[in-house]
């Protein structure tokens, strides 16, 4: 048995993959400590999992910090300049008490303290990846969130998907600064780009989204094991309330709104226009609106119309006709999954990306929110669930989704590190190859 830390930080989607995960570890024997933000210290303990407070700690339901998180613009900045790569010292003392006794560390993209803390005390580290963005492969360029124009360029040549990664990089050549600053402290060397490949472990990298989503580049790091999704929405219930199975008993498959934890925070028009759409199109729909939505929609609900705060989406979008959402990468490999079409809406952060990969699989249209009016919807929603292509391409993908075992593939994974690092220290302590 192994004492494994998982560390992460961010939104449900950020952190669900990490609860699975340690679930199924759990169930293999091992002893698995969750370490994030204090929030989710409730959802750790219904679970059954051993928890550790690790800073900078934002609640994500604080309303004004998501408006700045979800800013189409300035999103990423916000995340990584202003709240996550200053606190590195903080979270470093937290997790160091976590990982007192740990055998491996597993981390999230921008958990910037776990690779500081492997190198100064040895413990093994397997890192992930949840979206193709964090990659950022100048073979297969991401959709920036501040400019997704940009990505028409690759078009024009194998020339510009190095020359966008210069500038990215060179825009954001300071963000780092405070690792930098805190490595020379540590008594390391500068080390790799902590944004970039410096989130990547040496030893093993997990790919937890859907295969379908990105194929492997020559620039993604060597030691990649592709896994696929770790499905869990435990945060959400495990089944759906007994008014919604009512309602989806009552009529034909609806269409679903959702936009998953944090970006219901910001959604604007966003229900008030779907709601005006649904009514034009004569169609039946559920909308997940949130706590707050709840208060403002109070009393829009209908015959046709279930409006609810929450749903377990591994329970509800295989029953949609269409899935309307943010392309959160949790919220999109849950409807990846379902096999049904998909209406984006991206926001900010990695979701212009998820959203524009869901569209080159024949499975999603796209429409930004500054678009997203009642007369674009309707279009919108008309091609999704009259043209075949659509409910055809998304059966296919969603049956190579669920051919996935991430669960398994990460496990399997992670004992083999366990079991390479054991024969490591074996030899080592033996002189074996000295």
């Known amino acids: 048995m192994a004492r494994i830390v998982l560390t992460s930080w961010g939104s449900y989607g950020d952190i669900n993959p990490y609860v699975g995960l340690a679930l199924a570890l759990k169930a293999r024997g091992h002893e698995p400590v969750l370490a994030c933000p204090a929030y989710y210290q409730g959802l750790a303990a219904s679970e059954g999992i051993a928890f550790h407070t690790v800073r900078p700690n934002i609640d994500p339901g604080n309303s004004e910090i998501v408006s700045r998180v979800m800013h189409p613009r300035r999103g990423p900045e916000v995340i990584l300049r202003e709240l996550m790569l200053p606190s590195v010292e903080d979270a470093y003392e937290d997790l160091s008490e976590a990982a007192v006794g740990a055998d491996l560390l597993v981390s999230h993209p921008i958990s910037f303290a776990?690779?500081?803390?492997?190198?100064?005390?040895?413990?093994?580290?397997?890192?992930?990846?949840?979206?193709p963005v964090s990659f950022f492969s100048k073979h297969d360029f991401p959709v920036l969130p501040f400019a997704p124009f940009l990505k028409r360029l690759e078009h024009l040549g194998p020339w510009a998907g190095p020359l966008l990664s210069r500038l990215a990089r060179h825009s954001t050549r300071s963000w780092s600064d405070p690792v930098y600053r805190f490595r020379a402290k540590l008594g390391l060397p500068r080390g790799g780009d902590?944004?970039?490949e410096g989130q990547h472990s040496t030893d093993l990298v997990l790919v937890l989204f859907p295969g379908v989503l990105a194929k492997p580049q020559p620039d993604w790091p060597a030691n990649v094991q592709v896994c696929g999704r770790i499905p869990f929405d435990g945060a959400h219930g495990k089944s759906l309330s007994a008014e919604l199975e009512q309602f989806l008993a009552k009529g034909p498959a609806p269409v679903v709104f959702t936009l998953g934890s944090s970006a219901v925070m910001v959604a604007g028009e966003f229900y008030t226009q779907s709601l005006a759409a649904v009514e034009e199109l004569g169609i039946r729909a559920v909308m997940l609106v949130g706590a707050e939505g709840m208060k403002r929609l109070a009393g829009r609900g209908s015959t046709n119309v279930s409006i609810v705060d929450a749903a377990p989406h591994s329970q509800l979008f295989p029953r949609a006709a269409v899935i309307v959402q943010q392309c959160g990468i949790g919220t999109l490999g849950q409807a990846l999954s379902a096999g049904r079409p998909i209406l984006a809406v991206p926001f900010a952060n990695d979701q212009p990306d998820n959203a524009h990969r869901a569209e080159q699989l024949?499975?999603?249209?796209?429409?930004?929110?500054?678009?997203?009016?009642?007369?674009?919807?309707v279009r919108e929603l008309g091609q999704l669930?009259?043209?075949?292509?659509?409910?055809?391409?998304?059966?296919k993908v969603g049956a190579q989704?669920?051919?996935?075992?991430?669960?398994?593939?990460a496990c399997m994974a992670i004992d083999g590190q366990l079991r390479r690092t054991a024969v490591s220290r074996c030899r080592s302590q033996s002189g074996i190859g000295l």
């Not at 776990?114 to 979206?131: E, F, H």
């Not at 669930?385 to 059966?395: D, I, R, T």
């Open 114 to 131: 776990a690779p500081l803390l492997a190198s100064t005390t040895g413990i093994p580290w397997v890192s992930c990846v949840l979206a």
């Open 194 to 196: 902590p944004i970039y």
């Open 362 to 377: 024949g499975v999603a249209r796209v429409v930004y929110p500054r678009h997203y009016r009642a007369q674009r919807i």
């Open 385 to 395: 669930l009259n043209e075949a292509k659509y409910e055809e391409n998304g059966k």
């Open 401 to 409: 989704v669920r051919e996935e075992d991430g669960v398994l593939a």
